[in-house]
């Protein structure tokens, strides 16, 4: 079946312009998560989402990224004045519910702020 | 302190080798442990749970010691196709269960 898909796979913005990230999770999955890979980095929790509603937002690095979900379905991660340290691979991921389900991520969106 | 620590390598060892792992926690109370793989400029996907009692999945062996907070993962009769990097995932307890990740273990297995 279908897994999660990102878009756009690639994204080259100048610094200062808003950006906008798409994530369609596996369908039926009611859990979705956002996190971002900086070059040479581990993986960095973002935000998280049951059905639409994101209860902990501590984890976004900054008042210029904000997160929304349409129901159970897509998800956008929006940056705004993107800065050269939000340069990174962000990757959204899905899973059946919140608890020890697998995640199943997507092929990721690579940002490049220039 | 790093949540989840994890040696980076690389290790490079020649095909048909055994090789390990190692891996620290930080926070006692983590219930839940994973190893993922994660291939160049692709997502990290799943390569096995990691149980108390430890477990096996055909050449890979996870341990868990939860006294030390250490997880390991142990990789016999290397393949070529084993080459990518490792991860080490706690699943926390809070933050509707998102992962920690630690920076992962290159592995490159060579002919």
């Known amino acids: 079946g279908a897994g999660v898909s990102q878009s756009p796979s690639n994204k080259v913005t100048e610094k200062g312009k808003d950006v906008e990230l798409r994530c369609d999770p596996i369908?039926?999955?009611?859990?979705l998560y956002w996190y971002r890979q900086r070059l040479g980095q581990g993986l960095e929790f973002l935000i998280y989402?049951?059905?639409?509603?994101?209860?902990?937002k501590s984890g976004l690095p900054s008042d210029r990224f904000s997160a929304e979900r349409t129901g159970e379905s897509v998800s956008t991660l929006t940056i705004q004045r993107t800065q050269q340290e939000d340069s990174a691979v962000y990757l959204c991921?899905?899973?059946?519910?919140?608890?020890?389900?697998?995640?199943?991520f997507g092929p990721g969106t690579r940002l490049t702020v220039t | 302190r790093k949540e989840v620590e994890q040696d980076p390598g690389p290790f490079n060892v020649p095909e048909g080798a055994t090789v390990a792992f190692n891996c620290t926690y930080s926070n006692s109370a983590s219930q839940s442990f994973f190893w993922y793989r994660q291939d160049c400029r692709k997502e990290p996907k799943l390569l096995m749970s990691v149980y108390s009692s430890g477990n096996e999945d055909g050449r890979f062996t996870a341990q868990l010691n939860r006294a030390s907070q250490y997880i390991s993962l142990l990789i016999r009769d290397s393949k070529l196709s084993d080459s990518a990097t490792y991860l080490c995932?706690?699943?926390?307890?809070?933050?509707?269960?998102?992962?920690?990740f630690g920076k992962g273990t290159s592995l490159l297995v060579t002919p």
């Open positions: 369908s039926g999955h009611t859990a």
């Open positions: 989402f049951q059905g639409n509603s994101a209860p902990d």
């Open positions: 995932v706690v699943l926390r307890s809070n933050s509707g269960y998102a992962l920690n």
């Open positions: 991921a899905s899973s059946l519910g919140l608890g020890p389900y697998e995640q199943y």
